[in-house]
């Protein structure tokens, strides 16, 4: 919580206005269209809806191929899934665990429709060639920046690239509303469908702006967008969501110095990222050695009263993966660096005396695991 959380709810309540598409929701678009500077931004009530959304605006159909990467959360592919469409799983980078752009081509097939990258910790996927293969190939590109809020690519913000994008405010996230998620439309050809999708199907959202005298059902939607109360406390948490990244930032940056030493001993690798990307301290995370026993590093840290997780079982290993999706190649960067790698803390309003003491412990796990 930044402070105005509370305020901001209690003004739209008493502003009688608690549906969607409040003063609100028109502040935080306004804020997301400034900032990332897309063409149309749109609140939902998640990412994942905004996904969903992308999905019907693409006009995925059964058997179209969507190129990602198996390293990522599962809204990725079910969005593309719950409209017949195929996730097609490929490599991730060995430094920043991002779709590896030199293996997408191999990956296209006729029935290719889009890319979607994956923008992991709020470090920026390779965009310029991602783009210029979507260009060649006639894919459209949906940028998965669920991680990304704040956070750019050869100074263009992240969100902003790709055909469409979508953004999380999910509680475990940069910027948040609880639940919550936007969509950025950088294609403005997709704009007024964007807005009749979102809206149950309906033209409401120029019935609104006074641009049709009824509304009425104009093809296939459903109702993503948030209410009031979520735009209110989003709101508040935009407002003050340079601060966010900067304190972000330093605790990041405190880790990265830290745990030096314990990547010179062999012990750790710690995140990499290119001069291209302007990241938003989203995570931080490190890689154990092949050989460690993860869950016990895991153990060691919670038996001290630091709760640290792993992340992502590879989509392409998940029953459901294994039924609607299909690899391009082996995956064995995914594969490994999902075994090694666990998130330590990070929230605005850790210590550096904890930062140091997280630090210790790892290094007490790892050093005496060596022993
Ligand atoms: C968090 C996350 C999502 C889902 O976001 P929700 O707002 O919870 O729907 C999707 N993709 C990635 C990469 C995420 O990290």
Request: proline content about 5%; charged content about 25%.
């Given at each position: 919580?930044?402070g ?5 709810i ?17 502040r ?16 939902t009530?998640s990412c994942?809806?905004?996904?969903e959304?992308?999905a019907?605006?693409?006009d ?6 969507i190129?990602?990467p198996?390293?990522t ?6 969005a593309?899934?719950?409209r017949g ?27 290719t ?28 590109v ?7 809020v704040?956070?750019?690519y050869k ?7 790709g055909?469409?994008a ?15 998620g936007?969509l950025?439309?950088?294609d ?6 964007a ?8 033209d ?23 209410g ?5 406390f ?13 304190d ?6 405190y ?12 012990l750790?690798r ?11 301290a989203h995570?931080y ?15 060691e840290?919670k ?6 997780v ?9 029953p459901?993966g ?5 690899m ?6 995914t ?31 790892l050093e005496?695991?060596?022993a």
């Amino acid at each position: 919580m930044t402070g105005k959380e509370l305020y901001y709810i209690a003004e739209a309540k008493f502003g009688n206005m608690l549906a969607g598409d409040g003063p609100f929701t028109k502040r935080c678009h306004e804020w997301l269209e400034q900032t990332s500077g897309c063409n149309k931004s749109l609140l939902t009530h998640s990412c994942t809806a905004a996904l969903e959304m992308a999905a019907l605006l693409l006009d995925i159909q059964p058997g179209d191929e969507i190129i990602m990467p198996s390293y990522t959360f599962v809204s990725t592919a079910n969005a593309f899934v719950l409209r017949g469409g195929v996730p097609v799983f490929v490599d991730i980078r060995e430094d920043t665990l991002n779709l590896d752009e030199s293996l997408i081509e191999a990956a296209i097939t006729p029935r290719t429709r889009a890319i979607v990258p994956v923008h992991y910790a709020g470090v920026a996927c390779e965009m310029d060639t991602i783009m210029r293969i979507a260009k060649q190939h006639g894919l459209k590109v949906v940028e998965d920046a669920a991680q990304g809020v704040m956070a750019a690519y050869k100074g263009r913000p992240i969100g902003s690239i790709g055909d469409l994008a979508a953004y999380s405010f999910h509680e475990t996230k940069n910027v948040i509303s609880g639940e919550g998620g936007a969509l950025l439309v950088n294609d403005p050809a997709l704009a007024l469908r964007a807005e009749v999708i979102r809206e149950k199907g309906t033209d409401r959202s120029r019935f609104f702006r006074g641009e049709v005298d009824k509304y009425t059902w104009q093809e296939v939607g459903s109702s993503f967008l948030p209410g009031e109360l979520i735009a209110a406390f989003l709101w508040a948490q935009l407002e003050e969501s340079e601060r966010i990244t900067k304190d972000r930032l330093a605790i990041w940056h405190y880790y990265h110095a830290i745990l030096e030493p314990l990547e010179t001993e062999g012990l750790l690798r710690r995140p990499i990222v290119p001069d291209d990307c302007q990241h938003n301290a989203h995570m931080y995370y490190v890689l154990l050695p092949e050989e460690r026993d993860r869950q016990k590093v895991l153990g060691e840290l919670k038996s001290n009263g630091i709760s640290s997780v792993f992340h992502y079982v590879p989509l392409h290993s998940s029953p459901a993966g294994r039924r609607y999706a299909r690899m391009s190649g082996e995956l064995p960067v995914t594969t490994s660096q999902s075994e090694r790698l666990i998130r330590l803390p990070l929230w605005v309003g850790l210590t550096f005396e904890q930062q140091n003491r997280v630090a210790a412990v790892l290094a007490d796990a790892l050093e005496g695991w060596a022993a």
